[in-house]
């Protein structure tokens, strides 16, 4: 039972456009979401989070949205760069779980 | 502050082999997490260490254990190794246990490759 869960293996867009890569999770009890990026041959670097009591954390280009009632959130990057390209994923925690859920990732492709 | 670092980078096994991997997290960081990443596969959860203590344990079999050493380093051990343990092994260190508004910083990761 995968509790995160990203439906899009990959996306590719055009340089300047917005990208929005989508998670969907099943846990109700998760409070606390966050995206990492992740280039070949390194581990995946944090990017952005938001709390479960926010609906929207914005950080530069880079957003992520939560829909609590849908078990939703989305990372809009804008506008896109050929430097965005890599593998976004999303990850969700509970408060003392100890560990993060991530899903499986989705491989951003951003064109110049 | 230097970053999470992992050794070896590099992995060639054969089965029924065992292996150690090493993790050795950034300065002050007292919690240390292991995870696995299979081709078209997420990060799955390992186990997390915490002043010494496995605080959580992911699903896998018991052929897959860890600990943590008073310096906060940690190693985690694959025995019997099988064709499936193929993956990318990845730490992360944090300063406090992992969960909710603790980010993770990861190392570049150990890539195994059973034969």
């Known amino acids: 039972d995968q509790q995160v869960k990203q439906n899009s293996p990959s996306l590719s867009v055009q340089e300047g456009r917005i990208s929005i890569l989508n998670c969907d999770y099943t846990?109700?009890?998760?409070?606390?979401f966050l995206w990492y990026k992740k280039y070949p041959a390194e581990g995946p670097t944090f990017l952005i989070s938001i709390s479960s009591i926010k609906d929207k954390n914005e950080d530069g280009r880079f957003t992520v949205f939560l829909n609590k009632s849908a078990k939703h959130l989305s990372l809009h990057i804008v506008p896109s760069q050929p430097g965005d390209s890599a593998v976004y994923f999303c990850?969700?925690?509970?408060?003392?779980?100890?560990?993060?859920?991530f899903g499986d990732g989705t491989t951003l492709t951003v064109k110049p | 502050k230097a970053g999470v670092t992992q050794t070896p980078r590099y992995l060639i096994k054969t089965r029924g082999q065992q292996v150690t991997l090493s993790c050795s997290p950034i300065s002050g960081h007292r919690s240390v997490s292991w995870y696995q990443q299979t081709p078209g596969q997420g990060l799955q959860f390992l186990f997390e260490?915490?002043?010494?203590?496995?605080?959580n344990k992911g699903n896998f079999p018991g052929r897959f254990s860890g600990r943590q050493f008073s310096n906060s380093r940690s190693e985690m051990n694959v025995s019997t190794l099988e064709l499936g343990d193929s993956a990318l092994y990845l730490c992360?260190?944090?300063?406090?246990?992992?969960?909710?508004?603790?980010?993770?910083?990861f190392g570049p990761g150990t890539r195994l490759l059973v034969l």
């Open positions: 990850a969700a925690s509970e408060v003392n779980a100890g560990k993060s859920t």
């Open positions: 992360a260190s944090s300063p406090q246990p992992g969960g909710a508004e603790e980010t993770q910083y």
């Open positions: 846990n109700s009890m998760f409070d606390y």
């Open positions: 260490y915490f002043s010494e203590t496995q605080r």
